[in-house]
């Protein structure tokens, strides 16, 4: 049986959405449910917990249930001989980014990992989630779709792994690449040149595969948040990726242009390197506590480097136009006392701490790990 999640946002402009929780086939006195404690993509210790509220058990005759909190994020249910639970709680939704959760009345967005939890040894199970959204909002997203409202997820990996965005106003164009479907959805005001787009992305995207020989899954999506104010933002997944960019006035103008294409190829590169080829101490994700690795100078890095490279390759950017990005990331590096401090090994190690400060950057380390 799989595990259900229902979703719903009652009252959008308070931010707060409504989660829900199925389990059946319950056999033990005592549950223990999991907020993950960090999300892939961002390499240090989050506090997703603290945006939650009015956390409750129920048996299925809707009969309140016992439950303690063991730490932060882990909370463990008395079953009372009940063999189905439903979990309930309230989740906020004011970050507007590629990596967070934003609800309001024109789009609900959700990175999962910030707001479902799983039971740690049902965390293979398949898990649906449904969507109780306006019949005029489209959903966005990498997730298998089964009817109008309703997605499925063949584990909590793949659940989490899948952002979506549902709103009455996507944008959304396709296509193929080397046998593959790709998607780009876009959220927020702008007016797209999708001629301009739908061609260089499937320019890049053809060498990616090229390169890389086969594609690890058959359809990707990109998700684009477009914002108001200035933003650069990109997060990875294994068939998606989120996109933050602003000012949606300027999508097309040369430089928010050229960083849209930039971050989209880096993304795009992750879902080889990361998502598919991964340091050994990430197979399988540890959603629970700090999951240390060395590599990340090879996960971040080179996807930074093959990423403009190969959009050169595929002739979206000039040569010039390359070699101005490389110039600005080895500069970056020759600036950075941290260099002297710590090897980059050590630096990816440590970006547990403080890898995302750029205070801290300046001084310790030695590459500068701005999330993309
Ligand atoms: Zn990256």
């Not at 994020?73 to 989740?91: F, H, M, P, Q, R």
């Not at 797209?192 to 990616?208: G, M, N, T, V």
């Not at 948040?225 to 996109?243: A, I, K």
């Not at 090879?298 to 490279?309: A, H, I, L, N, S």
Request: glycine content about 4%; charged content about 25%.
């Amino acid at each position: 049986m799989a595990i259900l999640y229902k979703l719903s946002a009652s009252n959008p402009i308070s931010h707060f959405v409504e989660i829900e929780m199925h389990i059946t086939n319950i056999d033990s006195s005592e549950v223990t449910f999991q907020l993950p404690s960090w999300r892939p993509g961002r390499y240090e210790i989050a506090n997703f917990a603290r945006n939650l509220r009015k956390w409750k058990a129920y048996n299925n005759k809707n009969e309140v249930l016992a439950f303690r909190k063991i730490n932060k994020d882990n909370w463990s249910v008395s079953t009372d001989g009940a063999n189905e639970l439903i979990i309930k709680y309230e989740y906020y939704c004011a970050q507007l980014d590629a990596g967070a959760c934003w609800v309001d009345d024109e789009q609900i967005y959700i990175n999962p990992v910030h707001c479902f939890m799983f039971i740690p040894e049902r965390i293979h199970e398949e898990c649906v989630l449904e969507l109780s959204i306006p019949s005029n909002y489209r959903i966005a997203s990498s997730l298998q779709k089964s009817g109008e409202k309703r997605l499925l997820a063949e584990d909590f990996d793949e659940l989490v792994d899948s952002p979506f965005i549902a709103s009455p106003t996507l944008q959304v164009k396709s296509y193929e690449a080397g046998e593959v479907n790709f998607s780009i959805a876009i959220q927020g005001d702008s007016q797209p040149d999708w001629l301009r787009i739908l061609a260089d992305f499937k320019a890049f995207s053809e060498k990616q595969i090229e390169i890389m020989g086969s594609f690890p899954v058959e359809d990707y999506i990109f998700l684009v948040q477009v914002l108001p104010n200035r933003f650069y933002h990109g997060v990875e997944h294994l068939r998606s990726t989120v996109l933050a960019l602003g000012p949606g006035s300027q999508l097309m103008n040369d430089a928010l242009y050229t960083d849209f294409i930039g971050v989209a190829s880096h993304e795009l590169f992750h879902a080889w390197n990361i998502k598919t080829i991964r340091p050994i101490e990430m197979m399988p994700y540890d959603y629970t506590k700090e999951n240390y690795s060395q590599l990340g100078y090879v996960y971040e890095g080179v996807t930074t480097y093959y990423g403009d490279q190969i959009l050169a390759r595929a002739d979206v950017y000039s040569i010039d136009q390359f070699f101005v990005e490389l110039n600005i990331r080895l500069q970056k590096h020759f600036d950075n006392p941290g260099r002297f401090n710590m090897s980059v090994a050590d630096s990816s190690f440590d970006t547990w701490l403080d890898g995302y400060v750029p205070e801290c950057l300046e001084e310790k380390h030695p590459s500068t790990t701005k999330e993309v």
